[in-house]
């Protein structure tokens, strides 16, 4: 096997008739050691499966949602391997920040291009190649893709699905931050990671890529809880519907009254999205 598709497993636990696995490998993308999280449901014993990747929001880690949001039982029903990378490349040696929206636990899912940020924080780069590639080289999956993802990772999720629909098959986002280039957490990334020149932000923002989407036509699933403490001022939700109309993104949001933006909120709806997905990587 080639060196860099090397893996190395860390923990196995037994779940929902499959395995929930974590594994670790050195990234030359990012330049640190990376973990990131594999449900096998037990179909992928017998044949290869399609594959959904879950992006989880900031102070997250791979940690967050095979332990909280449930979406394993799900995945066992459908036949879907799960793959639940980190939320930024760690280590002593990456660069950090104090706070809880910069830094570890916030990679925003981008290519950092200011110093020091750029040396290591290429997390678009990662699961648009070098991931995906491990996953193929070294689970029982097909080509089939799918991504979802939470807040920080909902924007990550809209916005690696619509740059590269070769890539993802199908997309759906909880609680998405529907805009970055238009809200507080998102604004303090972009500024530290890519610097001044808004125009360089469009890349990575949601609502940019959905009103401007140019290719196949896209179905998206989005569910926001309508008690979300950050839904005002953070999420913004009504931005991405506005982008929507007249594009060629079917979206789909649906408003759930009293829930807030955390993981009971996540494992209510979960089943929904991977559902979503199953329709369209095993259709």
Same mark, same amino acid.
């Given at each position: 096997m080639d060196e860099?598709?090397?893996? =190395?497993?860390? @923990?196995? /636990?037994?779940?929902?008739?499959?395995?929930?696995?974590?594994? =670790?490998?050195? @990234?030359?993308?990012?330049?640190? !050691?990376?973990r990131f999280a594999v449900y096998l449901p037990s179909r992928s014993q017998r044949e290869p499966c399609p594959v959904l990747y879950f992006l989880s929001g900031l102070t997250c /880690? =791979? !940690?967050n949602a095979i332990t909280k949001a449930g979406a394993q039982r799900h995945c066992e029903d459908h036949g879907i391997v799960l793959v639940c990378p980190d939320t930024s490349p760690r280590g002593p040696g990456v660069p950090d920040d104090p706070a809880?929206?910069?830094? !570890?636990? *916030? %990679?925003?899912?981008?290519? *950092?291009?200011q110093l020091p940020w750029s040396r290591n924080y290429r997390m678009f780069d990662y699961l648009t190649a +070098?991931?995906?590639?491990l996953v193929q080289g070294n689970f029982p999956v097909t080509e089939a893709r799918g991504i979802c993802g939470h /807040?920080? %990772? %909902?924007?990550? *999720?809209?916005?690696?699905a619509l740059s590269r629909p070769d890539l993802?098959? @199908?997309v759906s986002a909880l609680a998405p931050i529907a805009s970055p280039?238009?809200?507080?957490?998102? +604004?303090k990334a972009f500024k530290a990671y890519l610097g001044e020149d808004r125009e360089a932000w469009r890349r990575y923002d949601a609502c940019e890529l959905v009103a401007s989407h140019a290719g196949p036509a896209i179905a998206v699933l989005v569910d926001q809880g309508t008690d979300d403490g950050f839904l005002t001022k953070q999420l913004k939700p009504e931005l991405l519907e506005a982008a929507a109309k007249g594009s060629r993104v079917s979206l789909e949001l649906r408003? !759930?009254?009293g829930y807030d933006h955390g993981y009971y909120f996540i494992s209510t709806f979960i089943g929904d999205h991977v559902a979503h997905h199953a329709r369209m990587l095993r259709g």
């Open positions: 860099r598709m090397h893996v =190395e497993r860390v @923990s196995r /636990s037994r779940c929902f008739g499959g395995h929930q696995d974590v594994y =670790e490998h050195d @990234s030359p993308t990012l330049g640190c !050691q990376m /880690s =791979e !940690q809880d929206d910069l830094g !570890q636990g *916030a %990679g925003f899912y981008l290519n *950092a291009t +070098e991931l995906p590639q /807040s920080m %990772g %909902g924007n990550g *999720a809209l916005v690696l993802f098959r @199908s280039m238009h809200c507080p957490w998102g +604004e408003r !759930q009254p």
